[in-house]
């Protein structure tokens, strides 16, 4: 794997980009104050724009590393903020397997956002990083996420039986998908 870290990303409708301070009224509006955005994923809806902020100080601090791969989402028409994605952890990097984690804004949801920044992330870890494997995890509870890695090429590889755990303590399971640089070269 060849770390380039966050480098500036464009789609057609979005920049992904580096975050900014600035930007933590706007996460913290836009989707890291909903429970809804947060059902599945791995945090808390914040609390305070506040706790944003110290989030985000963290996140840019973590830029100094060429091995932190986190874009927040930019709308291009309208500099709007609708989300993030990112390389989940670093440890499987030296092996060129990345781990991707992404959530958007409830009201950006179905209009392709998801599917289009993924793949720009793919692109990029493929063509320039020289990654070996992308994968990518949801529970099964959360249908359209399954529905956005299959749309980039990721291919169902198996299911974690039982580990999503919600506050009641009920039991459902986690489905893995990846594609391999073979596969997206073969595309
Ligand atoms: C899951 C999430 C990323 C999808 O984002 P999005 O921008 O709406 O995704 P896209 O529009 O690119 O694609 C969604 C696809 O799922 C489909 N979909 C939506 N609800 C679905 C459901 N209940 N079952 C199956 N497919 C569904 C859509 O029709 C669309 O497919 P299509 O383009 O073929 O019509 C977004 O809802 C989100 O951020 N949720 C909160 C955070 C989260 O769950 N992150 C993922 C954790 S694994």
Redesign the pocket.
Known sequence: MKDLGTKNLETKRLLLRKFKIEDAPLVYEN?CNDP??????TWQPHKSVEETKELLEEWIKSYESNRTYKWVAELKDTSEII?SIDVVSKKTLDHGACEI??????K???????????DAVIKYLFDECDAYVIS????SL???????MQ?CGLKYEGTLRGRYVDPDGKRNDILSYSITKEEYKSR
């Open positions: 989707w809804d955005v947060a059902k599945y994923v989300g984690g992404y959530c958007y804004g409830k950006y949801w179905g209009k392709g956002y998801a599917s289009e920044c993924l990518a995890k949801h529970c959360n249908p359209a996420s399954g529905k956005v749309k």
